[in-house]
């Protein structure tokens, strides 16, 4: 089974910047569409942005324009620069493939106003 590993998270004033990293193990990595979720507390994870093999992408409206995902196949990474953020991104965020597998342990990312 491949594992994802999250980094990156942290504590960050509104406006300010992250870079999310997700490392997979595996060699199905290239092969699969990968996305970032996150689930703020009390609400449902949510996909906020996607990326397939072969590099499309697509964000949610509520980041779209502030966050970007890429990916290195030939490292097995995944990121997320998430750019001007707001107390409203403050979630615990995951890295998965499309459609999601089993669950890692995430990485917080606080958003203080």
């Known amino acids: 089974q491949a594992q994802l590993v999250e980094s990156g998270g942290g504590l960050v004033q509104a406006g300010g910047s992250l870079r999310l990293s997700c490392a997979a193990s595996?060699?199905?990595?290239?092969?699969?569409?990968m996305g970032w979720y996150r689930q703020a507390p009390g609400k449902q994870r949510e996909l906020v942005a996607s990326i397939t093999s072969g590099g499309n992408i697509d964000y949610a409206d509520s980041v779209k324009g502030r966050f970007t995902i890429s990916r290195d196949n030939s490292k097995n990474t995944v990121d997320l620069q998430m750019n001007s953020l707001k107390p409203e991104d403050t979630a615990v965020y995951y890295c998965?493939?499309?459609?999601?597998?089993?669950w890692g342990q995430g990485t917080q990312v606080t958003v203080s106003s």
């Open positions: 595996g060699s199905i990595f290239k092969l699969y569409s």
């Open positions: 998965n493939y499309l459609p999601a597998r089993s």
